[in-house]
């Protein structure tokens, strides 16, 4: 499994400097046009912005689905399967270390787009609310206080909720693939039916989650904290406490849901796929 982890991750290290470049690129072109603009809410400062926050927002999003299957597209429809399906290694340990391959992948592009998001933000509040470019660096320090120090309770609750959803959907991505590809010889006819079955899988176990959730009080109490004057840093600081209910319990039943798909999975891979 540690070969298929390593491979996985020189495979995919190009896609994965050129989407950090992109992100990080367009982040720091948006910010010189908002500290060089004469007037902050020109078209050019509205066009950056929207291309800025499209791109922090649509990349990860992509890359969490893709990489939550482990890119399995490329296993089952590229001359890759001949390599790594004909290895004498088990099929769970090829999709699993598939699987941590691409959480690696996603948890470096995260990354880099919250960083560039947090700049971005703090560098359009200290332009648009007049409080001067020069408290940029304190509203950056403002911002990480607020999402790591006042709120490390909701975030890493959020966390632990999205990494179950990563694992359930990259599951199921996998075994409605595999299932397909393993019957349908016609790739688009089997894509096709796969996403169809994946609404389908999805829907329903997130419709008895929620049902389940609710009906036998399973949600965790959370606490968001928001400083009442966080655009203006020379009043002084309230906090506010939002309440705020997380399905920690829906999500545990998401990720061993995934974990049955999973093996699922392994067993298609083993005796269904043609190499």
């Not at 999805?202 to 929620?210: A, C, D, P, R």
Request: glycine residues 4%.
């Amino acid at each position: 499994m540690k070969r298929i982890f390593m491979y996985e991750l020189r495979r995919r290290k190009n896609a994965l400097f050129l989407y950090n470049s992109i992100m990080l690129g367009i982040s720091l072109v948006a910010i010189f046009i908002l500290f060089t603009a004469k007037e902050p809410f020109s078209g050019v400062f509205a066009l950056w912005t929207f291309i800025t926050v499209a791109a922090l927002t649509v990349i990860p999003t992509v890359m969490f689905v893709t990489c939550s299957s482990g890119h399995i597209r490329d296993l089952l429809y590229t001359n890759e399967s001949y390599l790594m399906l004909t290895v004498p290694v088990r099929s769970t340990h090829i999709l699993l270390g598939r699987m941590l391959a691409g959480l690696v992948e996603f948890i470096a592009c995260f990354v880099t787009a919250s960083i560039c998001g947090i700049v971005y933000f703090s560098a359009w509040t200290a332009v648009t609310e007049k409080i001067g470019r020069l408290r940029f660096f304190n509203m950056l320090s403002r911002s990480i206080k607020h999402i790591f120090a006042l709120n490390y309770d909701f975030l890493f609750k959020s966390l632990f909720i999205g990494l179950c959803i990563f694992c359930f959907l990259g599951a199921i991505i996998i075994f409605v693939r595999a299932l397909t590809c393993s019957f349908i010889k016609k790739r688009r006819i089997a894509e096709f039916l796969a996403l169809i079955i994946f609404i389908f899988i999805v829907y329903l176990v997130q419709e008895f989650s929620n049902w389940l959730t609710i009906k036998l009080n399973l949600q965790v109490s959370a606490y968001l904290y928001v400083n009442q004057h966080f655009f203006d840093p020379t009043l002084q600081s309230y906090l506010h406490r939002y309440p705020a209910e997380l399905p920690i319990i829906g999500s545990v039943f998401l990720l061993i849901i995934g974990i049955s798909f999973f093996f699922a999975s392994a067993w298609l891979f083993k005796h269904r796929i043609e190499v």
